[in-house]
């Protein structure tokens, strides 16, 4: 069979790596790729949001299953539309990528579904958002309701500060995205990312990761999409992965399925592990980058089956089967670094050079999956985005994984770069 992949990140350089080791899979196509997937499969220059543009190659080159890499996509309904083709698509719909798309929406369907999350009022005026402060405590946090590429949460330490905020969000701060403003409780505890592939009924639970989603050393520094993760992360024990299932992921699928939306693809739970429990910060309708990197790179078996399942349905009650086939309890502790360009997560320059990729890439254990790279007209490797390389590195115990991914990070070559240097601390911490 044929995969086609759509994306350019880090998240699908790992996806397309992966999903081309499986026995199942003659080529991986990528759409528009990246200079690491161009490595492993054909890549057309078509790219990610460009609905029209995509179903026109889908049509042409007619592949076995679609893997859909990013939210903005899902959130566009490109597998409705691929899916009324005829398509195999993994990836929810429209509706269901609500769950990311809309916090509003997210929040109300956790509600009604009684999914422990914080307490929140969903606002479209300052007044009454103001208004709602008054029953809350410090810190507050701030939500725009749509999609705001991972920069739409501000955590507000005092009145004064949030009463700004609403102004601003409520004001186009981030344009539509802004226009309906969620508040809600400070949740405190330990993050960590579980994912669960579904086909609306079966549940597949990949190992939990953690992701470093501020910039600097130490969790300091303003928020980015992610600056590096882990997987298997020790804070999500298996008495906690069982209280997800069951408070959280279960109860969630049930009720989509019943509210006629049902969610196909992989479901991404940011959890908060509280004093009380386990509780929802957020949903994503896709795979977490960079956690995804760490879990493909730390995957024994072969993924394919179970993307195909949760495109085409039959995972209910054969889960043992996918869980034997992904060789789940052979799961090879992982770490990966993310390396950015000077000044991510704010303006940076494009266009310097990077060496040194092969270097690392040879190591024993070590895989770079690129995120934000291209060729330059002579065939250099340049920097072109935010986010660039993903230093990923198995080990048999973390420890080992995050030395040897360190490894790597000092082979490559590129003082434009930077990375942090404490991925891991809260699981060697412990
Ligand atoms: P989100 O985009 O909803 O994941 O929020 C981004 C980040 O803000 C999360 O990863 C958390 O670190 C933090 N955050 C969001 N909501 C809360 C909350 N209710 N309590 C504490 N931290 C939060
Ligand atoms: N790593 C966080 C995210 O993918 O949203």
Redesign the pocket.
């Given at each position: 069979m044929n995969v086609l992949i759509i994306g350019s990140g880090g998240r699908e350089h790992a996806l397309a790596w992966k999903i081309a080791q499986s026995a199942l899979v003659d080529e991986v196509w990528s759409a528009p790729g990246n200079p690491g997937m161009d490595v492993v499969g054909p890549c057309f220059d078509v790219k990610a949001d460009d609905l029209e543009s995509i179903q026109k190659l889908v049509l042409q080159t007619n592949p076995d299953l679609i893997v859909v890499g990013p939210e903005q996509p899902l959130a566009l309904g490109v597998a409705d539309m691929l899916r009324a083709r005829g398509f195999d698509v993994f990836g929810p719909s429209k509706e269901a990528a609500q769950l990311e798309s809309s916090?509003a929406f997210s929040k109300e369907r956790m509600a009604k579904y009684g999914v422990p999350t914080?307490r929140f009022g969903r606002f479209t005026e300052t007044e009454a958002a103001r208004a709602f402060l008054d029953e809350m405590q410090a810190p507050y946090?701030l939500?725009a309701d749509g999609l705001a590429a991972?920069k739409?949460?501000v955590?507000a330490e005092s009145r004064d500060e949030a009463e700004t905020e609403i102004e601003a969000m409520l004001g186009g701060k981030f344009g539509d995205a802004s226009a309906e403003l969620v508040i809600?409780?400070?949740?405190?505890g330990e993050?960590a990312s579980v994912f669960v592939i579904t086909d609306g009924t079966g549940a597949i639970y990949l190992p939990p990761a953690q992701?470093h989603?501020r910039v600097g050393d130490g969790d300091t520094g303003p928020?980015t999409g992610g600056m590096g993760a882990y997987a298997p992360a020790p804070v999500m024990d298996d008495a906690m992965m069982a209280r997800v299932k069951s408070e959280i992921a279960e109860p969630m699928l049930k009720g989509m399925v019943k509210d006629g939306t049902p969610y196909q693809g992989v479901l991404y739970i940011?959890v908060?592990v509280t004093a009380e429990g386990p509780k929802v910060?957020?949903f994503n309708a896709r795979f977490g980058d960079p956690e995804c990197q760490v879990l493909m790179a730390g995957l024994a078996g072969d993924i394919v089956p179970a993307l195909l399942a949760s495109a085409t349905g039959g995972l209910a009650g054969n889960e043992a089967a996918f869980v034997s086939m992904l060789e789940l309890d052979d799961f090879c502790p992982t770490a990966t670094v993310v390396m950015a360009t000077d000044g991510y997560p704010g303006s940076y320059a494009k266009g310097s050079a990077i060496k040194g990729v092969e270097v690392a890439g040879d190591m024993e254990g070590v895989t770079v999956f690129h995120a934000g790279t291209d060729k330059d007209s002579e065939g250099t490797l340049i920097a072109i985005g935010g986010r660039v390389l993903n230093v990923t590195a198995t080990g048999e115990d973390l420890q080992g994984a995050i030395e040897t991914a360190y490894q790597g990070v000092d082979a490559i070559d590129w003082p434009e770069g930077f990375c942090r240097r404490d991925i891991g601390w809260r699981a060697k911490s412990r």
């Open positions: 916090k914080a946090v939500k991972g739409g949460v955590i809600e409780e400070f949740m405190d993050e992701d989603k928020n940011g908060m910060v957020e």
